[in-house]
């Protein structure tokens, strides 16, 4: 593969770390009350801005575990709860990558690889908010959700993957 087997550990923290900051999912819902929504979705938080939506006015900071919580008994609540278990497999790459970075040696004596380990938690992030998206586009959830942070966080899993770690 294109990265040396020197530096995968840093990649392997760094895509982690740069996936913190990529939304996971992008919808632009307009027409709300005579104004619009903008909801911006990171893996562990969402920002949504309102336009001239006079009872949601503002940026408005959301949490998985309470925007499941508002959506409870709704059509959407398997979005949100899907969104919650794939906040927490980020979650966990998060700590991972955090103690790889702090004790990359001991890391890399463990019985698992942590490149391959943080490949296998980035994927399986992508992969669980995917099937997010896709339910919210099933769903009826109005506007268009562009999954910007999915295609990132499968590509960034299946490179952690495939990189060569022999050498």
Known sequence: M?????Y????????????VLI??????VSGVAG????????PLFQI??????PIAAGITVT????????????????????WTVGAA????ALVVSAVYYRREAWAESWPVDPVRLLGTLLLGTGVVLAAATYLLL?????GVPIPLGVVFLLLFGGVLLTVDRTA
């Open 2 to 6: 294109w990265v040396r087997s020197e």
């Open 8 to 19: 995968s550990g840093e990649l392997a923290v760094l895509t982690t770390w740069l996936s």
């Open 23 to 28: 939304p996971w999912n992008v919808t632009y």
């Open 35 to 42: 104004g619009a929504l903008l909801f911006v979705r990171f």
């Open 48 to 53: 949504r801005y309102s336009f001239g939506v």
């Open 63 to 82: 949490d998985p575990l309470s925007a499941t919580a508002f959506q409870r008994g709704q059509a959407l609540e398997p979005v949100y709860q899907l």
């Open 89 to 92: 497999v980020f979650a966990a």
């Open 138 to 142: 099933s769903r009826g959830f109005p």
